[in-house]
């Protein structure tokens, strides 16, 4: 009976709020990507989260060849350079177009009846169950439900009670959303908080990276460390409130696709001109897309 219980939980977490990709540890992975590099981070960014994947499948001269012919698509003014301005625009089209497509997938499970609307009864029975409609603090996943029911206010900008499908997006994705931006803070707050204390520590803050092993990694945690106890940390009591967290998250979520273009160009820019002509991109193409030969690398370093 404990194991079965252990295991409705889990499943309720990790349905509830159908929570984004973009989870708490990817957050800091996002900042750990400023200091070590990470390919399949960079290709998920430039091709979109559920594409990515698809050019591990190509040859090299497969994955050039598609690389190639998306490249006039990013590059808007056909000068055959592509601007910082260019990538970033490319970028986060990219982010939209995978939430549209997940939103997609995830739409009709939540609209029951079919009608194209989404009533806060038909989602909190479609994830949690009849029994939730009802609500009342005894319940088992009393505050998985408070917290799913506030980003669903935030998410609904007519007021009517319902989502559409452009406010479900932003109830999905709450991270691409400036308006969803209170309940970013509130998942990360939710999710690093582990004893329930509202703030988040040292420790807390790190979470599993701590324990980490890898020598270019460590330099990265004792980064972090800095950052945390003379950055973020601003009033030096050894915690980030709520206040704290937001001050941090936010920005960083905003300013995601012009930091990622500028990495990208400062990866392929061969000639340092600050743009990227279409054979420097092709003759870097392990930068923005995968193949069989960068997917062979990453699996023997894993099992290394």
Known sequence: MM????LATLLVVA??????????????EREKHQ???????????????????DFDDLTVEQSKAKLAEMLP???????????????EKWIADQIQEYIKRDSTTSFPNDDTDGDGIITWNEYVTATFGEGYVNLNEGMDYYSY???????????DTSGDGSLDFEEYCGFLHPEEYPHMAEAVVDDTLDDMDEDGDGKVSLLEYLGDFVDDEDENEKEWIEQEKESF????????????????????????????SGEEAASLIEKADTNKDGSLSFQEIVENHSVFVGSQATDYGRLLHEEL
Do not use: C
Request: aromatic share 8%.
């Open 3 to 6: 194991l079965l219980s252990l």
């Open 15 to 28: 349905i509830s709020g159908r929570d984004s990709d973009r989870s708490v540890e990817t957050i800091l």
């Open 35 to 53: 200091f070590v590099d990470d390919p399949e981070f960079d290709h998920e960014a430039f091709l979109g989260k559920d594409i990515a994947d």
């Open 73 to 87: 698509r990013v590059d808007t003014d056909s000068d055959g350079e592509i601007t910082q301005v260019e990538l």
């Open 145 to 155: 439900v408070m917290r799913d029911k506030a980003r669903f206010d935030l998410a």
């Open 229 to 256: 106890i003379n950055e973020k940390d601003k009033d030096k009591d050894g915690y980030l409130d709520r206040a704290e967290l937001a001050a941090w998250v936010i920005p960083l979520e905003k300013n995601f």
